[in-house]
Structures are given as structure tokens and as C-alpha cells.
């Protein structure tokens, strides 16, 4: 009898286990692909096929001092744009921005990066730069710029065109332009419920999904998740995020919108939060392994990519670290 119990308790240790392992494996893994060349911070991300691409941002002055501004500061606004090739898992160099900006809005459409506005300073001194880069050329071109100069903004495709919602200049703003690359136009929609930047922007089915951010500075992030339908031109109000945010990577992974990392006053997130559109609820999956803000995350193929961003709130710090999450189909 006794041998009976003992059995039985040992493969109910063994069910337990495979049940928390299941669980654990459903929730996600991280690991780190291949460190990026140069230290990075409040740069932007955007995919092309296999290919993500780093742009703008933060880098430290010390391994480019001759990028130093006239006031010395100790981090500068590099133009960079730097490539990694999935497949081949390399990094190279790609043709630069136009100039050294931070905070720049940035969306994949049609095989080019879109991007839009930015900041010349920590969170200020905004710009109306609009500019197109073609991968095939390796060049960037020149848009109309923003009707008004704008940081922070956060930018998704729909429907063949762009849309850039909320951002700052001197306050965060709840603008809704949508930029049309044919005619190269832009349009006003119906604006955000509340201004903000520092905000995810995703489209997912035919509406677009507006994910936390905050209003003005990290003392005031939210958990926001505001639903535009095109059709009605309309917003109305998702089931909030369970924490609240701003300066995450966000991207749609696995029919979720994961929002991922972020800072707050005193520090960062590791959150790695999901989004269900189809049941308008949240689910927690692996935290990150540290905490990062200031950077975008991407999707190619089954793994979702967070590279650089900032390991402490502001922009004092950089990193060169290339996060990777799975999660079983």
C-alpha cells in the first residue's frame, strides 16, 4: 500500500511538472540574437521580409566624438540605420537618415519604411521631417513634410496607408493624420480619446489599436487602449492594459497585440502583456529578462525581435542587445 501512495505521489510530481512545463513554454521564451554593432537608444524599428531595421536614436558620444552637438552633450542623435539579416544573422550598415533624430514615427508599407518626425532633443525640440527609404536602392527620399512638427508619433499601415496618431510637441497632442504615399497627401481623422505619445500603434484585422502611452512625461503614463474603425472614422474604448506605460515595443504576435517593456519614473518594465483583440482581454506572458524602453519590437517569421533600447529610464544609458521571443504556435 504504502509503495502504492509512493508511486502515485511520484507521478503526480511528474504530471505537475509537465503541466507547469507546458505552461511555462506557452507563456513564451527569451533569448539574445546577435549584438548589434553600435550602442542604441530611442531609435526606431520597422521590418522588411527577413530584414529589421534600427533607426535613428541615442548613441553614446564615445565611440563617434566627432558626433559630439556644440554643447557637448554626452549622447547624440545619430542618423544610423543599421540592418540584421535574419537568415544570415549579420548586421550591417544601411544609408543613413537625412539627419540625427530621436523618437522618430516609423511603419513598413509596401516593401519601404515610412518615417516621420522626431525630436533634435531629449523629448523636445520637435520636427516636420518626412522621409521614404527604399531597401532595394539603399537610399532615402524626401516626403512632404508633417503639417506641424511632431516627436513621438506613433505611426501604423492600414489599408495601403499611414496613419500618425498622437505624438508631442510641446504637449502630447491627440492628432490623427493618415498620409497617403500615392498622392502624398495628408488628411486629419478623428483624433485620439486623449492626447499622448510614447504610444503602440498597431493594425490588427481592419481597425488599428492605439496601446497606452502617456500624457506629456512618465509621471503620467496610462493603459489606454483606444480601437479606430476606418469605416466610421470613430474610435471607442478596448479593455485596458493591465499596467500602466509608455515607450514599449509593440507589435502583433501570434493574434495578439503584445505590448513589451516600457519606463516609468524610477525605472523600466520587464511587462510582456497581450493583447486579444477577438476577446477584448489581456494575458501576461515571460517578462523580459531586464528592463527596456525606448525601442520597437518586430515580427519576422515565428519570433517576435526588441533590439537596443535603454535599460534605465530617460536617455542616459544605451544597450546593444538584440531580444528574441517565441512562443508555440
Known amino acids: 500500500m504504502r509503495r502504492w501512495i509512493a508511486v502515485a505521489a511520484a507521478c503526480a510530481s511528474v504530471l505537475i511538472a509537465a503541466a507547469a512545463g507546458a505552461q511555462s513554454n506557452y507563456l513564451g521564451t527569451w533569448s539574445q ?10 531609435d526606431s524599428v520597422a521590418a522588411v521580409g527577413n530584414t529589421i531595421y534600427v533607426i535613428g536614436g541615442y548613441a553614446p ?7 559630439l552637438d556644440s554643447t557637448g ?102 492628432t490623427h493624420l493618415i498620409f497617403d504615399p500615392v498622392t502624398k497627401r495628408y488628411t486629419s481623422a478623428a483624433p485620439l480619446p486623449v492626447g499622448r505619445d510614447h504610444m503602440g500603434l498597431v ?7 492605439a496601446i497606452a502611452g502617456r500624457i506629456d512625461d512618465f509621471n503620467h503614463n496610462t493603459s489606454y487602449v483606444d480601437v479606430y474603425d ?59 529578462p531586464e528592463g527596456r524602453h525606448g525601442t520597437g519590437a518586430v515580427v519576422v517569421g515565428d519570433r517576435l525581435y526588441l533590439p537596443a533600447g535603454a535599460p534605465v529610464n530617460g536617455g542616459s544609458r544605451q544597450t546593444d542587445t538584440l531580444f528574441v521571443f517565441v512562443q508555440p504556435s
Open 73 to 174: 552633450a554626452v549622447d547624440v542623435d545619430e542618423p544610423l540605420v543599421q540592418a540584421f539579416d535574419v537568415g544570415q544573422g549579420r548586421w550591417s550598415d544601411r544609408a543613413p537618415l537625412p539627419r540625427g533624430l530621436n523618437h522618430v514615427g516609423v511603419a513598413e508599407l509596401g516593401g519601404k519604411i515610412y518615417a516621420f518626425g522626431g525630436f533634435t532633443g531629449q523629448n523636445r525640440d520637435p520636427v516636420t521631417d518626412a522621409n521614404v527609404y527604399d531597401p532595394a536602392a539603399d537610399a532615402w527620399a524626401a516626403l512632404p513634410p508633417l503639417p506641424n512638427a511632431l516627436g513621438s508619433i506613433a505611426v501604423a499601415a492600414l489599408d495601403g496607408k499611414l496613419h500618425l496618431v498622437g505624438g508631442r510637441d510641446v504637449h502630447s497632442v491627440a
Open 230 to 288: 476606418p469605416k466610421a472614422n470613430r474610435w471607442t474604448a478596448g479593455a485596458p492594459m493591465p499596467s500602466q506605460r509608455s515607450g514599449m515595443g509593440v507589435a502583433v504576435y501570434r493574434n495578439r497585440i503584445l505590448a513589451i517593456g516600457g519606463e516609468r519614473a524610477g525605472g523600466t518594465f520587464t511587462n510582456n502583456e497581450g493583447y486579444d483583440p477577438r476577446t477584448n482581454s489581456w494575458t501576461a506572458f515571460t517578462a523580459l
Open 61 to 67: 558620444a564615445g565611440p563617434h566624438p566627432t558626433a
Open 33 to 42: 540574437g546577435p549584438q548589434l554593432p553600435q550602442l542604441r537608444s530611442e
Open 203 to 209: 493594425a490588427f484585422g481592419d481597425k488599428l489599436y
